[in-house]
């Protein structure tokens, strides 16, 4: 079946814009996660969606990071004002309840310049 | 924070058993462990999860003493294609998965 999907694959911007990245997830998982993961760095866990709610948002590194999730389904990460720090790639992951596994997107690479 | 401890990095020849140790001294009771493998460019996968003992499955064998302190993951012969980088952690609750740095595994012809 289908796996969670991610647009664009990769995103190249110039400093001060905004970018928004998109996750589609597995049918039916309830719960859904962005990453980010630098160069030879381990994942960043950024912020948890349960339905359309997030209750964490704790891993959002400033208030240019936001996201939000419609009809319990796709997610949208939007990074306002972007800057070169920004640069890496943001994974996204589903899965359908609280204790199952996640299954992880290929992930958006993000390229401030 | 439900953090783990493991090699930053092993290096092993092809064929050759392989065992990554994953130190976790503040895991709960109802706390499962769980790896998880990330080729380049590419998210991580599901590899393995289990609470106590051992478990085996297609691909590993994840060992849990007693204590819970500390697993084991275990890769059978390895191949090339087993190079990746291994995490371990414990996924407590719903949000508060934590992933290190993982363990980059290169299998050496």
């Known amino acids: 079946g289908a796996g969670v999907s991610q647009s664009p694959s990769n995103k190249v911007t110039e400093k001060g814009k905004d970018v928004e990245l998109r996750c589609d997830p597995i049918s039916g998982h309830t719960a859904l996660y962005w990453y980010r993961q630098s160069l030879g760095q381990g994942l960043e866990f950024l912020i948890y969606?349960?339905?359309?709610?997030?209750?964490?948002k704790s891993g959002l590194p400033s208030d240019r990071f936001s996201a939000e999730r419609t009809g319990g389904s796709v997610s949208t990460l939007t990074i306002q004002r972007t800057q070169q720090e920004d640069s890496a790639v943001y994974l996204c992951?589903?899965?359908?309840?609280?204790?199952?596994?996640?299954?992880f997107g290929p992930g958006t690479r993000l390229t401030v310049t | 924070l439900a953090k783990t401890t493991q090699p930053i990095s092993m290096d092993s020849y092809e064929g050759q058993e392989v065992n990554i140790t994953c130190s976790h001294n503040?895991?709960?009771?109802?706390?499962?462990i769980t790896w998880y493998q990330q080729f380049p460019s590419q998210g991580p996968r599901f590899i393995i999860q289990?609470?106590?003992t051992k478990v085996t499955n297609e691909v590993a064998s994840l060992f849990i003493p007693a204590d819970r302190k500390s697993s084991t993951l275990s890769l059978p012969r390895v191949s090339l294609s087993d190079t990746a980088v291994y995490y371990c952690?414990?996924?407590?609750?719903?949000?508060?998965?934590?992933f290190g740095t993982g363990t980059r595994l290169t299998v050496i012809p």
């Open positions: 503040n895991i709960a009771t109802n706390d499962y």
């Open positions: 952690l414990f996924p407590r609750g719903a949000n508060n998965l934590f």
């Open positions: 992951a589903s899965k359908t309840d609280v204790w199952g596994e996640q299954y």
């Open positions: 969606f349960q339905g359309n709610s997030a209750p964490d």
């Open positions: 289990g609470y106590k």
